[in-house]
């Protein structure tokens, strides 16, 4: 082969918008493309991510251009969706509301870019000059000199509710902002004079996409814009390319799905021959080998190595399959890296050493993409994975849970945000986190396949311990596990959407489990009857809080004896903080004493005092029901300024809504030094002004 063959993407690169060259030459008609061509029996072509849906979408624009049709192509980037989806979020009252103004708007924009299609036909120019409302609707459109669709529509929707304060009042009126009587009434009269048809094409409506109400509201509203005229008019035709998982999530928030999206879907596949064709007309293209049979093709640029390391012949291109999932975007990224290794070590064939090194390389990219997608919302997504390394793919639940318990306990290198993000979550809550960014899925009987998520959703149903639990196959090789090739019958079981970039169940584990413990807060009465409650509750905030700056946690860790401390816990001097209170008290146990009362006397800060010793050093912390996180004016403030004058013991009151204001800091893994800031803050205010004011009590 020639040098110039030696180029990282042989076979075309593997997202259709960019490798158009290759879509003209080598494009596989599958049935789904038949089926859109031939008739109008779909409006929404969905697949998996990879699957082909921008191929086909593409190659229906310049099959109906060549028509002499007119096309509309509508391919927003995310910035456009996600400032169209802000604009629109003044209809996010209810879902109903939303879905029915996100049809109403994109039935206008519709309209406006069939009327541009009327404006540019010599024979009904002049019509719509002459027709006031369309005249001026048009030019409005137009002068909005935003080129994108949504762009556009967003502008129009700024400028539409500028007249309305209420979103449910707006809708009622829409219809008439919008002119859409008129509008309509003029295409219908006027589209049979146009010679050609009209086709609307809208692809990535999943970008800026996020798996909420309105999300879903604007996905149905566009989608039921598109049946509507469908249904409406013969010369006009609209298909809408969406990913699968989107639109189960609009099925979830849908009640009317069934009744009006679901007969319009048409579900993209490939199978293992479609594949294989797919795959040797690339390489008859890109090596010029001008050949017809396609396993001729694949036999000259592969070869067999001995027992169990056959790549030639079919079953040879089922063995790359099964580092895939079985849909174009995999195989052609996994060969082109095979070609790539082949190449520059000056061999003219595919060995299995390339196929498997390529594997591997994608593999770990796939794993480092996800741990740093997303960190910044599960920040204990390194471990959590990690944890998996070297198992096997497939455990049940129970097994699932011991192991990451077990690891989180004995692993010692992890960090703050680490440490904070799995004491919140548990090894369950890690579950659910993994399984929310599509690590793992969960195997579903009635349907025989395991659901791999993207969306950040909670499954569909509890967790149970005999559950069967798959880590996804695109990150067994990067993680060493046992099983690390797919077969088609495991492919087939695999319900996924790789890649979709929204957020993770972590941050609504993380939330639910601080709303629990801050609300169980009012529960626990003042007094002695309730006094262990309280002490259970602020040793778990307090474990919490301080999981990364703390260690060795215990509760009454002397029992009965004398001198007997509520909690202590270790100072690892993991911050400034914790470091400024070794080095200037001498604290290497942390104690905090607990009480379940709102007034603290003398006795309190005397048996404090007597704790600090030794280790101890000569910092404490009482905690109490007290409605203020400082020492009470007066006597309260006396005792805390003796002690410390006259033992050198600093003794500090933090109460209960203290403690559950810092909790609930870590709501969001971005504001957990903030915990750190307070304490130092906190000290200062002691050092600084309480223990330098005059003493606080009447003279008699």
């Given amino acids: 082969m020639q040098s110039k063959t030696i180029r990282a993407s042989l076979l075309g690169d593997q997202i259709a918008e960019n490798d158009k060259d290759n879509l003209k030459v080598n494009f596989i008609e599958t049935a789904a493309y038949r089926t859109l061509i031939e008739s109008k029996d779909a409006t929404v072509v969905i697949g998996r991510r990879g699957t082909g ?7 229906l624009n310049e099959v109906w251009r060549n028509q002499k049709n007119y096309t509309i192509s509508i391919s927003p980037e995310d910035q456009e969706t996600i400032f169209f989806r802000k604009i629109f979020s003044f209809f996010n009252s209810s879902y109903s509301t939303a879905r029915a103004a996100s049809k109403l708007f994109v039935k206008y924009g519709f309209y406006l870019e069939i009327l541009n299609a009327f404006a540019r036909d010599y024979k009904l120019k002049e019509i719509c000059n002459n027709d006031m409302v369309i005249f001026r609707e048009l030019n409005d459109w137009n002068k909005l000199h935003q080129s994108s669709f949504f762009m556009r529509l967003a502008l129009k929707i700024k400028e539409v509710i500028k007249r309305h304060e209420d979103p449910d009042i707006a809708l009622g009126y829409l219809s008439f902002d919008l002119k859409l009587q008129d509008i309509e009434k003029f295409i219908d009269k006027n589209l049979p004079k146009k010679r050609d048809n009209i086709y609307i094409l809208v692809d990535k409506l999943d970008e800026g996409y996020e798996n909420d109400e309105i999300g879903a509201a604007i996905v149905s509203g566009t989608i039921l814009s598109g049946v509507e005229l469908n249904k409406k008019f013969e010369k006009i035709r609209v298909v809408i390319f969406q990913r699968d998982n989107i639109i189960r999530s609009v099925a979830r928030y849908d009640d009317d799905y069934t009744r009006n999206i679901e007969g319009e879907l048409i579900r993209i596949h490939w199978d293992v021959r479609q594949l294989f064709n797919l795959v040797t007309k690339r390489i008859n293209s890109s090596l010029e080998l001008k050949l017809e049979n396609s396993r001729k093709i694949w036999e000259r640029v592969t070869a067999d190595q001995g027992l169990g390391n056959e790549l030639r012949g079919e079953d040879g291109f089922k063995k790359c399959l099964q580092f895939t999932l079985y849909r174009p975007r995999d195989i052609i990224s996994l060969l082109n890296k095979a070609f790539y290794q082949s190449l520059s070590e000056t061999r003219d064939t595919l060995i299995m050493r390339d196929i498997e090194a390529a ?267 007290s409605e203020l996180n400082e020492p009470k004016s007066g006597a309260e403030l006396d005792w805390c300024k003796e002690i410390f004058n006259e033992q050198k013991k600093l003794i500090i009151k933090l109460n209960a809504k203290f403690l559950a204001s810092m909790l609930s800091k870590l709501r ?6 903030v915990i750190d800031k307070n304490l130092a803050k906190l000290i200062d205010t002691y050092e600084r002004n309480y223990l330098s004011q005059k003493s606080g009590r009447k003279t008699k």
Avoid at 53 to 59: D, G, V
Avoid at 488 to 505: C, F, G, K, M, R
Avoid at 668 to 673: H, L, V
């Fill in 53 to 59: 849906k921008s191929a086909i979408f593409y190659k």
């Fill in 359 to 625: 594997a591997k390389m994608i593999s770990k990219a796939r794993l480092d993409d996800l741990q740093k997608e997303y960190y910044t919302i599960f920040p204990s997504i390194k471990p959590s994975v990690n944890a998996f390394m070297g198992t096997t793919s497939k455990m049940s639940v129970s097994v699932v849970l011991n192991h990451v318990e077990k690891y989180f306990t004995t692993i010692n290198n992890l960090n703050e945000k680490e440490k904070v993000d799995y004491g919140l979550l548990g090894a369950d809550g890690v579950l659910r986190a993994l399984y929310s960014v599509g690590f793992v899925g969960i195997y579903d009987k009635q349907s025989n396949i395991f659901t791999f998520c993207h969306d950040g959703r909670n499954p569909d149903r509890e967790f149970r311990e005999n559950d069967n639990v798959l880590i996804h196959p695109c990150y067994w090789i990067a993680l060493n596990l046992s099983k690390n090739a797919l077969s088609p019958d495991d492919a087939e079981q695999i319900n996924d959407e790789y890649e979709i970039q929204v957020t993770s169940l972590a941050p609504e584990l993380r939330s639910q489990k601080i709303g629990q413990l801050i609300s169980a807060l009012v529960e626990i009465e003042d007094g002695k009857d309730c006094a262990s409650d309280f002490e259970n509750w602020c040793f778990n905030v307090l474990k919490l809080i301080f999981s990364s700056h703390l260690d060795n946690f215990e509760l009454h860790p002397n029992g009965f004896a004398t001198q007997r401390r509520d909690i202590v816990a270790t100072n690892i001097e993991a911050s400034a903080v914790w470091k400024r209170i070794r080095a200037d008290y001498g604290v290497r146990q942390v104690v905090f004493e607990v009480k379940n009362f709102k007034e603290v006397s003398s006795a309190e800060y005397r048996q404090m005092s007597t704790y600090l010793a030794r280790n101890y050093g000569s910092l404490g912390f009482i905690i109490s029901k």
């Fill in 668 to 673: 969001t893994p971005e504001k957990y030094d």
